[in-house]
């Protein structure tokens, strides 16, 4: 393990990065999901090509989560196996919030499996697992406040108050649009979004936001003076 004082390794930023574009992508590849582009299609962008384009930045969005897990695994700073990342909450570093990261891929990789065997198992099978990636979204982005190292960081702040956003326009203008077409799964669409968004609100002043979130959010405490350290390492390359 490196020291302290030689500050964050490659791995450690490759992490951070990888993490954050897979949640950009995770956040889009959501959003055109809720609101249904397809129906949007024009003789300029036909159908399918809105669906490939929907799939490959689903895609994409896995390449970047496994670098993220990768680099994760590969960087001696915090103690995270590989299994980590498929099984959740038995981890040692924080093990409540990298297994909400767990949870979100793992539904991940179901979506992704039934897509690629979508006529083998059927539509309906398909529809009902599909839904899991909205699932996933949520889960993901609490995973990214619960273990990110920079959530107090304007940048990615700034970035994950945008995929709320994002989302949340998304949920209200598929909301809006039809209205009368399953009332009650709207309203619960916009019920449970904002929920969410309250929720959050709430908790990241006391959580994330919060003094002491390191100790707090179970990062083992042979890790807490290099966590300070490496911060102020951080601090000082700036």
Not at 94 to 119: H, Q
Request: glycine share 8%.
């Amino acid at each position: 393990m490196l020291p302290a004082t030689a500050g964050p390794s490659a791995y450690w930023y490759l992490t951070r990065s990888t993490g954050a574009v897979a949640m950009v992508l995770l956040t889009l590849t959501v959003a055109v999901g809720v609101l249904d582009v397809q129906r949007y299609a024009t003789a300029r962008w036909p159908r399918f090509v809105i669906d490939g384009l929907h799939r490959n930045v689903a895609l994409l969005t896995m390449v970047f989560l496994v670098l993220h897990i990768v680099t994760s695994v590969l960087d001696s700073f915090a103690p995270i196996a590989l299994l980590d990342a498929f099984v959740p909450f038995v981890g040692s570093y924080r093990p409540f919030w990298l297994g909400l990261g767990a949870v979100s891929f793992d539904l991940l990789v179901a979506v992704t499996i039934t897509s690629l065997v979508r006529r083998r198992v059927g539509h309906r099978t398909w529809r009902a697992v599909h839904w899991l990636s909205y699932a996933s979204w949520p889960v993901a982005l609490l995973h990214g406040f619960g273990t990110g190292s920079d959530v107090k960081g304007t940048w990615l702040m700034v970035l994950s108050l945008l995929c709320l956003a994002v989302v949340v326009l998304a949920v209200i203008a598929r909301a809006a649009a039809g209205w009368r077409d399953g009332l009650r799964l709207r309203g619960a669409a916009l019920a449970a979004t904002a929920a969410f968004a309250l929720f959050l609100a709430v908790w990241l002043p006391s959580g994330p936001l919060g003094s002491e979130w390191a100790r707090r959010s179970g990062t083992p405490t042979t890790l807490l003076p290099a966590s300070k350290g490496a911060k102020a390492s951080t601090k000082g390359a700036r």
